[in-house]
């Protein structure tokens, strides 16, 4: 009688046992979901806004500007491009737009780079000095003065009213014209956006400029 109560307990500790094993790998399996499923979530994430220190910090993060980054870090305009506290709109052109821009004149990327007499210009018609403008802030038929010899371009939208921000905005010079490809990147106290296409004040005006630091170029 007692062997048969021993043989019961042991077969009813066997029993619970087994219950209790799948239940302590289920919540396992369920935590293991969970973490998962959070990992997921955190991957998933959209990418934080890129922003800088100054306007050659935010441009060196982004990879489509990396022309523009090296140029710009030697164009000798480090008390506007370097600080933290100078307030600018920046139109700064792409990879693809100064290569295209470039092309005209048979230059290459280290040429403009290694010419800061000449990347130097070209910058400053794509700084606005003094405000920093965000694209809401952008306005049909505005006109922004440039560092360059006081030069001004012109901001073209189809913005219906003062609210509809996610029109395509427009930079016109006097003869080339640029979308903004990526708004509102902030750069210490001034705001970059990316536009794809170099800006041009008249027609040879920069053929005039290559000419005098490079020599002739291939075609203008």
Same mark, same amino acid.
């Given at each position: 009688?007692?062997?048969?109560?021993?043989?019961?307990?042991?077969?009813?500790?066997?029993?619970?046992?087994?219950?209790?094993?799948?239940?302590?790998?289920?919540?396992?399996?369920?935590?293991?979901?969970?973490?998962?499923?959070?990992?997921?979530?955190?991957?998933?994430?959209?990418?934080?806004?890129?922003?800088?220190?100054?306007?050659?910090?935010?441009?060196?993060?982004?990879?489509?500007?990396?022309?523009?980054?090296?140029?710009?870090?030697?164009?000798?305009?480090?008390?506007?491009?370097?600080?933290?506290?100078? #307030?600018?709109?920046?139109?700064?052109?792409?990879?693809?737009?100064?290569?295209?821009?470039?092309?005209?004149?048979?230059?290459?990327?280290? #040429?403009?780079?290694?010419?800061?007499?000449?990347?130097?210009?070209?910058?400053?018609?794509?700084?606005?000095?003094?405000?920093?403008?965000?694209?809401? #802030?952008?306005?049909?038929?505005?006109?922004?003065?440039?560092?360059?010899?006081?030069?001004?371009?012109?901001?073209?939208?189809?913005?219906?009213?003062?609210?509809?921000?996610?029109?395509?905005?427009?930079?016109?010079?006097?003869?080339?014209?640029?979308?903004?490809?990526?708004?509102?990147?902030?750069?210490?106290?001034?705001?970059?956006?990316?536009?794809?296409?170099?800006?041009?004040?008249?027609?040879?005006?920069?053929?005039?400029?290559?000419?005098?630091?490079?020599?002739?170029?291939?075609?203008?």
């Amino acid at each position: 009688m007692k062997k048969s109560l021993l043989a019961l307990f042991v077969l009813l500790g066997l029993t619970a046992l087994c219950a209790a094993t799948p239940l302590v790998s289920g919540r396992k399996l369920l935590q293991d979901d969970e973490d998962e499923e959070d990992g997921d979530s955190d991957n998933s994430a959209p990418a934080p806004s890129v922003s800088g220190n100054s306007i050659l910090d935010a441009a060196r993060q982004l990879s489509d500007l990396s022309v523009f980054y090296r140029a710009a870090a030697n164009a000798g305009l480090n008390d506007t491009l370097t600080s933290s506290t100078v #307030q600018a709109t920046v139109f700064a052109p792409t990879d693809d737009a100064l290569d295209d821009f470039l092309e005209n004149f048979d230059l290459t990327r280290t #040429q403009f780079i290694n010419t800061p007499a000449f990347s130097r210009l070209v910058l400053q018609y794509h700084i606005v000095p003094s405000s920093a403008l965000r694209a809401s #802030q952008l306005s049909d038929n505005q006109r922004l003065t440039t560092a360059l010899n006081n030069y001004r371009i012109t901001i073209n939208t189809d913005r219906d009213n003062e609210d509809d921000d996610d029109s395509d905005i427009e930079v016109q010079a006097a003869h080339s014209d640029a979308e903004i490809e990526r708004a509102d990147i902030v750069a210490g106290q001034a705001i970059v956006h990316t536009i794809g296409s170099v800006l041009i004040p008249r027609r040879g005006f920069w053929l005039s400029i290559v000419q005098g630091q490079i020599g002739a170029p291939a075609s203008g």
